[in-house]
């Protein structure tokens, strides 16, 4: 069982766009269409962002979008603002009936 | 509107046994499609998957730890168990448990619960 690749840290200006990569494998994201992205804040409960991989739950900015190519789902925040600024994990449902969640990216506005 | 909450034990003692409840509101863990899940996250660390829970009584647990989990549901309090054996330090995390649908994502999450583990 191995966590999904996720950049470490990804940084923007305001206003700017910004986009986060989720790399799997074909038993994963590239195998299913159950990618979902959470944003975290310090001392948060994970917050459902995007879900079947490009659907935005009621509620949440259309700033947020999501695409997947092959085993790399993408999460992009247009227009970026401070208050994006927090830890992003992608997720994904698995060909073994389990879920697996990526490493995590530090989204930082300058 | 859905709420879910942890509690537990804070502290736990190595080797010990972890129990920890997740009491809902809001949705029946009856009702078709309908899951809660568990997911732990060390202090600074990314978030795990541990385990799952189907209306249906189906179960998936993590590869990793299949052996030291075990989960169980009661519908009429609505309540999920989780419990973890053999309890070390490296599983001292905030567990979290959240609703699922349709295997879908986890689209409500509770708060979090810190757990210890140290002698």
């Known amino acids: 069982q191995s966590a999904l690749t996720q950049p470490a840290s990804v940084s923007g200006s305001p206003g700017q766009s910004i986009t986060i990569s989720c790399t799997g494998t074909r038993n994963d994201v590239g195998g299913y269409n159950y990618v979902s992205w959470y944003q975290q804040h310090p001392g948060k409960a994970p917050k459902l962002m995007i879900y079947?991989?490009?659907n935005r739950p009621s509620g949440v900015s259309n700033r947020f979008s999501g695409s997947k190519s092959g085993k790399t789902a993408s999460l992009t925040i247009s227009g970026l603002q401070a208050e994006d600024e927090a830890e992003y994990y992608c997720?994904?449902?698995?060909?073994?009936?389990?879920?697996?969640f990526g490493t995590g990216t530090r989204v930082t506005v300058l | 509107q859905i709420t879910l909450k942890e509690s537990g034990p804070t502290l736990v003692k190595p080797t010990q046994t972890l129990t920890l409840t997740c009491t809902f509101s809001?949705?029946?863990?009856?009702?078709?499609?309908?899951?809660v899940g568990w997911i732990r996250q060390p202090p600074g660390k990314a978030l795990e998957w541990l385990a799952l829970i189907y209306w249906n009584d189906d179960k998936r647990f993590s590869p990793s730890l299949k052996s030291r989990l075990t989960i169980t549901k009661d519908t009429s309090k609505n309540q999920v168990v989780l419990t973890m054996t053999n309890m070390d330090p490296v599983d001292t995390a905030t567990y979290f448990c959240?609703?699922?649908?349709?295997?879908?994502?986890?689209?409500?999450w509770g708060q979090g619960t810190l757990v210890t583990v140290s002698s």
């Open positions: 079947e991989v490009t």
């Open positions: 997720s994904s449902y698995t060909s073994s009936s389990y879920w697996v």
């Open positions: 959240a609703h699922n649908h349709d295997t879908s994502a986890y689209d409500y």
């Open positions: 809001g949705f029946s863990l009856s009702t078709t499609g309908v899951g």
